[in-house]
C-alpha cells in the first residue's frame, strides 16, 4: 500500500495539470512560451548555482565525521543533482532522493550514522529554511492587494509554525531512531541493529549543537532557495511581461511552499502550475504565462534531471560490475 501512494499522488498531479492546462488557452500558452526563445536556456547552466550551495551546505554537515575528504565537493555537488533528480522525475515521495543520497555518499567508505544524520539535519534545515523563504515572501506579498486571501495563507503559515521547531526538539531530545529503529531498514535501505539506530541519534545531537555550523547551512540553504526567484524573473522578462525582483521573490516562495505542502506529490506535477497559477493571479499575471513559467522550469528539472540519473544507472553498473569480478 506505501509503495502505491506515490503512484496515486503522481497519478492525481497529472490529472490537476491535465486540468489547468485545458483551462487556459493552450494557443497562447504555446505561443507566451516559444517568445522566449533559446533565451530560456539560460535557466539550465544557472541552476547550478542551487545544487553548488546545497553541496557546499552538505559538506559542511560532513565535516565533523570525514575529515579526510573522502566525500569532495564536486562528488556532493554530483550527489546532490541525483538526489533532485530522483525527487523530481520518479515516482516517490520527497524521501526518496535523499535515501539514494546516503547510499551514494556511503561508497566514500563513511560510517552510516553520521551520513544519515548529515542528510536528516539537512532535511530539517531546509524546512526552517523554506519557512523563512515564505516569510519573506509573506511580507513582500502585503503590498499587493490580495483582500481576504493574504489573511488566509498568513493563518495556514502561522498554523504550520510549530512543525519545524517540534521537529527539532524531538530530534535533539527524543531519540528518534532507538525507538523506531525497526522502521530505519526502510528509509535507509539497510538492517539497522538497535546500536546503529543510538548512533544516528547521537549523531544527529552532536550536528545540532553545532550552532554556528547549523546556522551557516542554513544561510546557503535560504540562499539558494532566493536563487530560484531569478528563474521566474527572467522567464517572465523574456516573456515580455518584466515583474520586479520583489514579485519574483515573492511568486517562488508562496509556489514552493504549496509543493512543500503537497509532497507526497512526486515533483509537485500539477501543484507548482497551481501555485504559480493562484499567486500569479494576486499578482497580475494571467494563467497562460504562469503555465509558460512552469514549462521553463520543467525543462530545466529535465535538463539537469535525465543525465544525472542517467549518471547514477551508470554508476550502480560500474560498482556492481566490479563487484562481480572482485
Given at each position: 500500500?506505501?509503495?502505491?501512494?506515490?503512484?496515486?499522488?503522481?497519478?492525481?498531479?497529472?490529472?490537476?495539470?491535465?486540468?489547468?492546462?485545458?483551462?487556459?488557452?493552450?494557443?497562447?500558452?504555446?505561443?507566451?512560451?516559444?517568445?522566449?526563445?533559446?533565451?530560456?536556456?539560460?535557466?539550465?547552466?544557472?541552476?547550478?548555482?542551487?545544487?553548488?550551495?546545497?553541496?557546499?551546505?552538505?559538506?559542511?554537515?560532513?565535516?565533523?565525521?570525514?575529515?579526510?575528504?573522502?566525500?569532495?565537493?564536486?562528488?556532493?555537488?554530483?550527489?546532490?543533482?541525483?538526489?533532485?533528480?530522483?525527487?523530481?522525475?520518479?515516482?516517490?515521495?520527497?524521501?526518496?532522493?535523499?535515501?539514494?543520497?546516503?547510499?551514494?555518499?556511503?561508497?566514500?567508505?563513511?560510517?552510516?550514522?553520521?551520513?544519515?544524520?548529515?542528510?536528516?539535519?539537512?532535511?530539517?534545515?531546509?524546512?526552517?529554511?523554506?519557512?523563512?523563504?515564505?516569510?519573506?515572501?509573506?511580507?513582500?506579498?502585503?503590498?499587493?492587494?490580495?483582500?481576504?486571501?493574504?489573511?488566509?495563507?498568513?493563518?495556514?503559515?502561522?498554523?504550520?509554525?510549530?512543525?519545524?521547531?517540534?521537529?527539532?526538539?524531538?530530534?535533539?531530545?527524543?531519540?528518534?531512531?532507538?525507538?523506531?529503529?525497526?522502521f530505519l531498514p526502510r528509509l535507509l535501505g539497510d538492517r539497522i541493529p538497535a546500536s546503529a539506530a543510538a548512533s544516528v541519534d547521537v549523531e544527529?545531537?552532536?550536528?545540532?549543537?553545532?550552532?554556528?555550523?547549523?546556522?551557516?547551512?542554513?544561510?546557503?540553504?535560504?540562499?539558494?532557495?532566493?536563487?530560484?526567484?531569478?528563474?521566474?524573473?527572467?522567464?517572465?522578462?523574456?516573456?515580455?511581461?518584466?515583474?520586479?525582483?520583489?514579485?519574483?521573490?515573492?511568486?517562488?516562495?508562496?509556489?514552493?511552499?504549496?509543493?512543500?505542502?503537497?509532497?507526497?506529490?512526486?515533483?509537485?506535477?500539477?501543484?507548482?502550475?497551481?501555485?504559480?497559477?493562484?499567486?500569479?493571479?494576486?499578482?497580475?499575471?494571467?494563467?497562460?504565462?504562469?503555465?509558460?513559467?512552469?514549462?521553463?522550469?520543467?525543462?530545466?528539472?529535465?535538463?539537469?534531471?535525465?543525465?544525472?540519473?542517467?549518471?547514477?544507472?551508470?554508476?550502480?553498473?560500474?560498482?556492481?560490475?566490479?563487484?562481480?569480478?572482485?
Amino acid at each position: 500500500m506505501k509503495k502505491a501512494v506515490p503512484y496515486v499522488g503522481a497519478a492525481l498531479g497529472l490529472m490537476l495539470l491535465i486540468a489547468l492546462i485545458v483551462h487556459a488557452n493552450f494557443g497562447v500558452l504555446l505561443r507566451t512560451f516559444q517568445s522566449g526563445g533559446y533565451d530560456l536556456l539560460w535557466l539550465i547552466p544557472y541552476r547550478g548555482i542551487f545544487f553548488f550551495l546545497y553541496a557546499l551546505s552538505w559538506l559542511l554537515l560532513l565535516r565533523a565525521a570525514d575529515q579526510r575528504r573522502c566525500a569532495s565537493l564536486p562528488y556532493l555537488f554530483w550527489v546532490t543533482t541525483v538526489r533532485d533528480a530522483v525527487d523530481r522525475l520518479l515516482p516517490v515521495a520527497s524521501v526518496g532522493g535523499s535515501v539514494i543520497g546516503v547510499r551514494l555518499v556511503r561508497w566514500k567508505k563513511l560510517a552510516l550514522a553520521p551520513v544519515s544524520a548529515s542528510v536528516i539535519v539537512e532535511i530539517v534545515v531546509t524546512l526552517v529554511a523554506s519557512y523563512v523563504f515564505t516569510a519573506l515572501g509573506l511580507a513582500l506579498l502585503v503590498r499587493f492587494d490580495t483582500g481576504s486571501q493574504y489573511r488566509e495563507i498568513l493563518l495556514v503559515f502561522l498554523a504550520g509554525m510549530p512543525i519545524p521547531i517540534f521537529t527539532i526538539l524531538l530530534l535533539r531530545y527524543g531519540s528518534v531512531f532507538q525507538r523506531l529503529h525497526g522502521f530505519l531498514p526502510r528509509l535507509l535501505g539497510d538492517r539497522i541493529p538497535a546500536s546503529a539506530a543510538a548512533s544516528v541519534d547521537v549523531e544527529l545531537r552532536a550536528a545540532l549543537l553545532r550552532k554556528t555550523n547549523l546556522s551557516v547551512v542554513a544561510a546557503l540553504q535560504l540562499a539558494a532557495l532566493i536563487s530560484g526567484s531569478f528563474e521566474v524573473w527572467l522567464a517572465m522578462r523574456l516573456f515580455a511581461h518584466p515583474i520586479d525582483a520583489r514579485s519574483a521573490i515573492a511568486l517562488e516562495s508562496m509556489t514552493q511552499a504549496v509543493r512543500h505542502l503537497a509532497f507526497m506529490i512526486p515533483g509537485g506535477l500539477g501543484v507548482q502550475e497551481a501555485g504559480l497559477m493562484l499567486f500569479g493571479r494576486l499578482l497580475g499575471i494571467d494563467a497562460e504565462l504562469a503555465l509558460a513559467v512552469s514549462m521553463a522550469k520543467r525543462v530545466r528539472e529535465f535538463a539537469w534531471g535525465v543525465p544525472a540519473l542517467l549518471s547514477w544507472q551508470w554508476a550502480e553498473g560500474r560498482r556492481l560490475l566490479h563487484q562481480i569480478r572482485v
